[in-house]
């Protein structure tokens, strides 16, 4: 059997690796019309080895040390479970999107093959987290001068020693970026896939700083030293070939090529790739998809192009995130829900276009870019690279008719 046989998994998830470590998304169509919140069933995975197995006694006795390293980095260092969490600091609830810093990487490896396996475009997923803020925990250690990175350490065991990652403590410290220590996922503990027990989420950045399985946090003069965190979870300069980036302790594994912010980007849903397009000419039909910005960044527009990129049209924007205020929420599960008086974007937007079936039956491929607020767009041509990370290009799908 494989290590983590006993994790429940829909069937529906489509693997993007072997059998083992388990990776998947669901099919675009699939994850679309779930709307803004994705089931947890069908939130994408990505796990670099076997999952954790934590059963009820040992999540009660799961703990996270807190500290300083090496020369003393804070006055205050502890050692919490879930419960100690609970009971020291604001319970808050926020709706976040995660995105694997690999999203689209199928189509960097149909140009050149990358590092990295094939992911579609639904490497991407929103759920509501539950826990605390990360930025209470860290004022609550009292950090000193010179604790400059703060550095996540999960529980499960690869082959080059633990997951881990770092942030800069200055950006980890400021409530308003977000960042939650949770074990609450729509509303259910977290599953196994996805942390169980307790993990970091970290909104606006990519899905690799969201640490599963949490089991240390550490203040630190110096950025993660973690295998992953070094070695990948980066966009290298083109020139870089996939051989290079292979081997170990490089030039090119500069810090300036880290990536932390997700950047803009935006897919079509529907239709599909190759769908065959029905109905009468006159029909209208409606193209759908999702778009996204890092760093809490707002999605400003969102334009359609059905000849090529020539000219482009508006889409409509729905972001739902916006709305969310209004939701009924059962403060006895949830906490507080927190959008943390929120100027900040930390989920997918979507958008809409009206177009009627002869135009579409004209055009040769149905083309969408996003901007965002920092005049960011998509740019017309990939960024390939060899750990296959961050694509953002045009996103195109192309359609049948029948005539
Ligand atoms: N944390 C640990 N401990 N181990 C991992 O393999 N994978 C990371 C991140 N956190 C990982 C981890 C990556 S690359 C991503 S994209 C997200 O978890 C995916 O989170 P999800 O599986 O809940 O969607």
Request: hydrophobic share 40%; aromatic share 12%; net charge negative.
């Amino acid at each position: 059997g494989t290590p983590d046989q006993w994790v429940p998994r829909d069937p529906r998830m489509v693997r993007l690796t072997g059998k083992h470590p388990f990776n998947a998304e669901a099919k675009l169509n699939d994850l679309y019309s779930q709307g803004f919140f994705t089931s947890t069933n069908l939130f994408f995975v990505r796990n670099h080895g076997a999952v954790p197995k934590v059963d009820a006694q040992m999540a009660r006795d799961w703990k996270v040390e807190i500290s300083g390293n090496f020369v003393r980095l804070c006055d205050n260092p502890v050692t919490f479970t879930i419960d100690d969490f609970r009971k020291s600091f604001e319970v808050v609830t926020v709706p976040i999107t995660l995105v694997c810093a690999g999203n689209r990487r199928k189509e960097q490896n149909v140009v050149q093959k990358s590092l990295g396996f094939s992911w579609g475009a639904a490497g991407i997923s929103t759920a509501l987290f539950t826990g605390v803020r990360l930025a209470d925990v860290l004022d609550f250690i009292r950090p000193k001068r010179g604790a400059k990175h703060v550095v996540f350490e999960g529980g499960d065991s690869l082959p080059n020693g633990p997951y881990g990652t770092s942030q800069l403590a200055s950006w980890a410290r400021n409530p308003r970026h977000g960042m939650i220590l949770a074990w609450g996922m729509n509303g259910l503990p977290l599953e196994p896939d996805h942390g169980f027990p307790i993990r970091l989420v970290v909104p606006g950045q990519i899905g690799g700083r969201s640490v599963k399985w949490l089991k240390k946090i550490e203040l630190s003069a110096i950025e993660s030293q973690h295998h992953l965190h070094f070695h990948d979870n980066k966009v290298l300069p083109m020139p870089v070939g996939p051989d290079q980036a292979r081997a170990e302790k490089s030039w090119w594994y500069d810090p300036r090529y880290i990536i932390r912010d997700l950047n803009v980007n935006s897919a079509v849903a529907c239709p599909d790739h190759d769908e065959i397009l029905k109905g009468n000419v006159e029909d209208m039909y409606t193209l759908r998809g999702y778009a996204y910005g890092g760093g809490g960044r707002r999605i400003t527009r969102v334009e359609i192009s059905l000849d090529e990129g020539t000219t482009w049209e508006l889409a409509e924007i729905q972001y739902p995130e916006d709305q969310f205020r209004e939701f009924a929420f059962d403060d006895a599960i949830y906490g507080k829900v927190d959008l943390t008086d929120n100027d900040q974007c930390f989920c997918w937007s979507f958008w809409s276009f009206q177009v009627t079936v002869e135009r579409l039956g004209e055009s040769p491929a149905i083309v969408v870019r996003a901007m965002d607020e920092s005049l960011a767009l998509q740019p017309r041509d990939m960024y390939w690279n060899a750990t296959g990370m961050m694509n953002n290009w045009w996103f195109r799908v192309c359609i049948h008719h029948l005539d």
